[in-house]
């Protein structure tokens, strides 16, 4: 029998826990027991521990978006505005892990996942919210940072990638696709870290995009794709099939396991973050727990 919502979502409703905000993303379940995530207007990003208070952690952060860890658990962090991928070091400085593929200087960096062999996967959108002038990259696309360093392409010329994901056992890259045209592309991944085959996953189609567009992604163990949409959060089975869409009291923008059993999906939702818990932990960041 096809599942339900039901036989996934446990909470009855999500649970506010901050509000506030101007337009929440990035969120990221630390091991230590917090939640970071970005107010990206702002150019902040903010550090919660549930039952508390929010707490500024760092402005000017040149809008960041999308956040994951390293193989070593240090946070890496897409910073839009100043076009590249950062990682935070334990003194709380900043090294720069890429900002150019190929002696060009990216678009703006979104979304950011890990993958167990030490490399790091980025969606490049963003090369028409650009001046002319400043434009180095003829298309956007999806790269990948290798572990000695390299930055490559792995997908190019897509039309606007935003979040991504892996399957559980990382054979399949899913990549959400915002504009123009709402869908999800998956892409198979070798065992040398390029993907082929890519092809339409899903489709989330809305007339009206002021409610969401396909955006930050998430995968359970079961395979199933979480990913923030249209009027909430849609869920797909692994063959592409709609399972149904998580109604929040505002539309998330992006979501992350987390807690100690990893069955809470938090979600940054425009000036909210929420929480749910759901019956079927999520996949675990590479080497963060």
């Not at 940072?145 to 056992?169: E, H, K, Q």
């Not at 092809?199 to 794709?225: C, L």
Request: proline share 8%; aromatic share 8%.
């Amino acid at each position: 029998m096809a599942a339900t919502l039901s036989d996934i979502v446990e909470s009855s409703e999500a649970e506010r826990l901050a509000t506030g905000f101007v337009f929440t993303e990035g969120p990221l379940w630390h091991p230590d027991g917090y939640l970071l995530f970005v107010d990206i207007r702002r150019s902040q990003i903010f550090k919660l521990v549930p039952g508390g208070e929010p707490e500024l952690i760092r402005e000017n952060s040149g809008e960041s978006n999308g956040m994951t860890f390293d193989s070593q658990g240090r946070v890496v962090i897409c910073e839009m505005v100043n076009r590249r991928v950062t990682r935070m070091e334990p003194d709380g400085s900043f090294t720069v892990l890429a900002d150019r593929w190929d002696s060009k200087r990216l678009n703006r960096p979104n979304d950011i996942v890990g993958k167990t062999d030490g490399s790091l996967y980025f969606t490049n959108p963003g090369r028409e919210r650009l001046p002319p002038v400043d434009v180095d990259m003829a298309f956007n696309s999806v790269h990948r940072i290798r572990p000695d360093g390299t930055v490559d392409v792995v997908i190019p010329n897509v039309d606007y990638p935003n979040g991504l994901a892996f399957s559980p056992d990382e054979r399949v890259l899913y990549v959400a696709n915002t504009r123009p045209g709402q869908y999800i592309l998956a892409y198979d991944v070798h065992p040398d870290g390029t993907v082929s085959d890519g092809r339409r996953f899903a489709d989330m189609p809305s007339a009206d995009a002021t409610n969401g567009v396909p955006d930050g992604m998430k995968v359970d163990r079961e395979g199933r794709v979480y990913c923030t949409g249209p009027g909430g959060c849609w869920v797909f089975d692994r063959s592409g099939e709609r399972i149904g869409i998580i109604r929040l009291p505002e539309y998330p923008a992006n979501c992350a396991w987390g807690e100690a059993d990893n069955r809470t999906m938090f979600f940054t939702a425009n000036t909210s973050i929420y929480r749910m818990r759901m019956k079927t932990p999520g996949t675990l960041i590479p080497r963060a727990g």
